[in-house]
């Protein structure tokens, strides 16, 4: 928390290092405190009203200021330095009293020479609030039962101390910085039919692009009916309306606004609704419009409906047919662009396969039906095809694959190839592992891994305990015929279950798409 408390006196500085470190892990351990750099907060919690804080004496035999003065503002994170002079030789302690209650001991016995400087150097941390602090010089060391004493009434020294004590205070403003929020909804700009209805979704984010959860969105309409005027916004930050549009043509404002919190600033957002009677013609067009996939590969599509004018058609059904293979969904929406997405699952195969995938919109509210085809080649997997072959693929967003204890850590996260599909990141150290059966005698084997990640990753890959490979992974993105090949020694297999093991290595993250084993 504190890189350590500085002194005028370097030496005796030096010395007390060690001690400095083991405190501010025990800082750390219990929590902290407000001022970086502290001793942990002992047991005591006492809130030191105003009152009893300006009966403390002001001593000349001990003075206390801070850098930017008496009463002055620090922001959370803010540094600040406490310096403490000494007009006879004596014992300091430092007491901080938070704006929670809480107590911490910046300074515990430091012996200081009359005129000597000391210095305490940290940072702000919160609550918001008023904190004092508070300086005691004393001729001999305190104990522990005098030091709890003098926390619970500093006002009243002297009857612990009698005469032989000097005591001083300063006290500053701690205050919250405002953090700038980002909202926006989806959709924002479309066209929809009298008397027709839409989910608006607002999300509130941070300027770090995190979402903001648990706060109140207001929403308002200048025509038609929302279902609510307040949401509030779930663990992605979003709050969900529903937009039921006027029964005569129109064009609608509709606005979220997030009035502000404690540490976050306000923000709003508006969208815009087109309320309008009339046929159009569409348009439908999907991509890629062509592919060339590997066997037990999958790419994702993307279909986009527009009316005549080019403008994107929101909440129309898509309707998708395959000659080859499997798609995750048979019919989906257009969202807020028009657009509709499925992922296509290609076979296993021997040989090169034609597929021919078709998009349609069979027309609906004036709007004139439209269609595509998408063609598409199947190639056999870059190995021969033997009596077994086993698979693991994170490209849809969930683990696919034929294989047996499947255990994986990370995050499931898109946007790293070229096809827009998920991948599995690991952070170091985290991996994947299951297990495999091929049967039979054991053979020599091939393991195939589709891998991206950040520069100077690698990925451990270990069958049975046995490292076979340690590999460099590319930054590029993951595209066909990109995958990596490691051979699996006849000698490292057993008879039945065998365990396979890819580890992210230390130091950077690695992200897997698919892993095949072929025997």
Do not use: C
Not at 424 to 442: C, T, V
């Amino acid at each position: 928390m504190m890189k350590g408390g500085e002194k005028m006196n370097k030496n005796r500085f030096l010395q007390g290092r060690g001690k400095l470190v083991i405190l501010v892990l025990l800082a750390l351990l219990l929590g902290g405190s407000t001022l970086a750099g502290a001793q942990p907060r002992i047991s005591i919690r006492f809130q030191l009203l105003p009152d009893v804080y300006i009966s403390i004496p002001r001593s000349p035999q001990i003075t206390l200021s801070i850098d930017k003065g008496e009463g002055a503002n620090y922001y959370i994170d803010d540094p600040i330095t406490i310096r403490y002079r000494a007009n006879r030789d004596g014992y300091v302690n430092l007491i901080d009293y938070l704006p929670d209650g809480g107590v911490s001991i910046l300074v515990r016995d430091e012996f200081i020479r009359s005129g000597e400087e000391g210095r305490f150097a940290g940072r702000v941390y919160g609550p918001a609030g008023v904190e004092r602090i508070v300086v005691l010089l004393t001729p001999d060391k305190v104990s522990e039962r005098d030091l709890e004493s003098f926390i619970k009434s500093p006002h009243q020294a002297d009857r612990i101390f009698g005469t032989r004590y000097a005591t001083n205070r300063i006290h500053f403003q701690v205050l919250a910085r405002m953090e700038s929020t980002v909202l926006t909804i989806e959709p924002d700009d479309l066209t929809m039919d009298p008397g027709t209805s839409v989910v608006l979704t607002a999300t509130l984010k941070d300027v770090r692009g995190r979402p903001i959860t648990g706060e109140e969105i207001r929403w308002s309409a200048n025509a038609g009916r929302l279902s609510t005027s307040r949401t509030t916004t779930d663990l992605r930050g979003q709050g969900r309306v529903t937009f039921y549009a006027p029964s005569q043509p129109d064009t609608v404002t509709i606005e979220a606004r997030f009035p502000g919190g404690v540490n976050s600033a306000s923000a709003s957002a508006r969208a815009t609704i087109r309320v309008e009677r009339k046929t159009y013609y569409t348009t439908l067009e999907v991509a890629p419009s062509s592919f060339t996939i590997d066997g037990g590969g999958n790419i994702k599509l993307v279909a986009t409906l527009k009316d005549e004018n080019g403008k994107p058609v929101y909440g129309r059904t898509i309707y998708w047919e395959v000659t080859e293979g499997d798609l995750d969904k048979y019919s989906t929406p257009t969202d807020s662009s028009g657009k509709a997405v499925v992922y296509y699952y290609a076979p296993e195969v021997d040989e090169v396969t034609d597929v021919k995938i078709t998009a349609q919109f069979r027309g609906v509210g004036g709007l004139a039906p439209a269609s595509f085809e998408v063609w598409g080649t199947i190639e056999p997997l870059p190995v021969a095809l033997t009596s077994s072959i086993f698979y693991l693929d994170f490209g849809s967003g969930t683990p696919r694959g034929n294989i047996d204890r499947l255990r994986y850590s990370g995050d499931i996260v898109l946007g790293f190839s070229l096809n827009d599909l998920y991948v599995l990141e690991m952070k170091p150290r985290e991996a994947i592992e299951f297990e495999f059966n091929p049967g039979g005698s054991p053979r020599e084997g091939a393991i195939f891994l589709w891998l991206q990640g950040e520069s100077g990753g690698k990925a451990r890959v270990s069958v049975n305990g046995n490292r076979l490979a340690t590999i460099s992974v590319s930054r590029d993105l993951i595209a066909p015929g990109g995958e990596e090949k490691i051979i699996i020694p006849r000698n490292v297999l057993v008879r039945g279950i065998n365990r396979l093991r890819i580890e992210a290595d230390p130091g950077r993250n690695i992200r897997v798409q698919k892993v095949i084993i072929v025997f």
